[in-house]
């Protein structure tokens, strides 16, 4: 095995057997194509590839626009931003290390590349009164309104990422308790406290029209208890951002 596309099919058959996220098995291979594309194309064999080589991607990628390969997104006039970056160069860190566990390559030579650093940025936090003008503005009295009424109410109540309560099955959901079983990060379950709104705030999820079928779902079988307006599943945050409803913001 010589060439980058051979250890590529080599690392996702591994990955996919070591049941590793396919979000970021996805993200690996990316990375690495973007890699190998930089590369050009008189690719070397692996073990001619240098840390020196990772260094001047690392150099490409600090003067390339910011979502200059997304599929959906067009390129903005801003650099790509430093964790961008950082992402990049631990997922190709990621393969080679791969390949030296697998006696692929004799020796990872991406094991003393540093990643450029990240300035850490104190998150601004919503005020009491930016909150109350977001909840305000979803129409309540229609289905889709409260669906994403009850999605902040329970994002902000739980602090789970999107990605996570999106998922979110009823199978998952125990309002007894007062809790939540989600999925995160490398396919690992935890549990989240619910306060009194955001139990009361389901509840009345349940009664709303278009979530009919999920409401029969609470017996037994596994439906997500955020559907969109016609009770198809919403599987991410990209599919959530893609359905047909008014963004909310604050002005």
């Known amino acids: 095995m010589s060439s980058l596309s051979d250890a590529l099919t080599a690392y996702t058959i591994c990955a996919k057997a070591e049941r590793k996220s396919p979000k970021t098995i996805s993200w690996v291979r990316d990375a690495v194509r973007y890699f190998s594309d930089f590369l050009g194309d008189d690719h070397r064999a692996l073990n001619e590839i240098t840390a020196q080589d990772l260094r001047q991607f690392v150099l490409a990628l600090q003067s390339s626009k910011a979502y200059s390969r997304h599929r959906f997104t067009k390129p903005q006039d801003r650099s790509l931003s430093a964790q961008s970056i950082v992402s990049y160069v631990s997922a190709i860190k990621s393969f080679f290390s791969f390949l030296e566990r697998e006696e692929i390559i004799p020796q990872n030579p991406m094991a003393k590349v540093k990643p450029p650093k990240v300035v850490k940025r104190v998150i601004a936090t919503f005020s009491e009164a ?67 709104k955001a139990i009361k705030t389901l509840l009345k999820l349940l009664a709303i029209s278009c ?17 969109s307006a016609r009770g198809l599943s919403v599987t991410s945050a990209g599919d959530y951002i893609r359905l047909p409803h008014k963004f909310y913001i604050l002005e």
């Open 211 to 227: 979530n009919e079928l999920a409401a029969q779902n609470m017996a037994g079988q596994s439906k997500q208890v955020f559907n």
């Open 130 to 196: 930016q909150l109350q003008r977001l909840f305000a503005q979803p129409d309540r009295t229609t289905a889709e309104g409260y669906r994403d009424y009850a999605l902040m109410i329970v994002l902000l109540d739980t602090g789970a990422r999107l990605g996570e309560i999106l998922g979110l099955k009823y199978s998952d959901v125990d309002l007894e308790q007062g809790y939540l079983k989600v999925i995160g990060k490398g396919a690992r379950e935890r549990y989240l406290p619910m306060g009194a």
